[in-house]
């Protein structure tokens, strides 16, 4: 593959969020032959604190998540580091196997709505259609790892209906499966893919 195949398949936003805490966010999505490599970095502050966190998930071409590495910055808090990786269904978390988190298929990063694109491309929904995933959520700003359980419904071409539990929300994309609007999240800028 030449360098120009996959800068065609790179497309780049930013999203920012103003009430929960307050973030802007940069994200990556590069999608090739042999997989998909989705990064970003969110910077922002709750209660006045500033953090950080920098992340990379690595997806085989079926959009299934296959590794993640998420670092965090607190304050003046020293950083922390997780290595999260899947291989034939078995989680681990820094190498230690992880069964709690048997049965998932996605990583869920609650402090970003770009890991909403893997379920939504995977799953390839027609209008009208649902399905219920597992996942390994991230939570946020805890910095835990737990399964969770979650329902997409696509209700138009370019919305689609989240459900977790109590919480529900439409979250609108664009041709790629990138978020533009979700919750508290807003797209502020996107690079074309090139």
Known sequence: MT????AARTRCVAWQVVQTWQSAEWCRLVESRTGIDLSGSVSGAIDGTPFRIDYAIACGTDWLTRSARVIRWVG???QQQLDIACEGGRWTIDGVDTPALAGATDIDLGFSP?????PIRRLALAVGDSATIR?????FPDFDLVRGEQRYTRTARHVYRYESGTYAADIAID???LVTDYDEWRRIGTAPAA
Do not use: F, K
């Open 3 to 6: 360098q120009q195949d996959e």
């Open 76 to 78: 003046t808090q020293p």
């Open 114 to 118: 770009s890991t909403n694109t893997l």
């Open 135 to 139: 996942t390994a959520w991230l939570r």
């Open 175 to 177: 041709d790629a499966g």
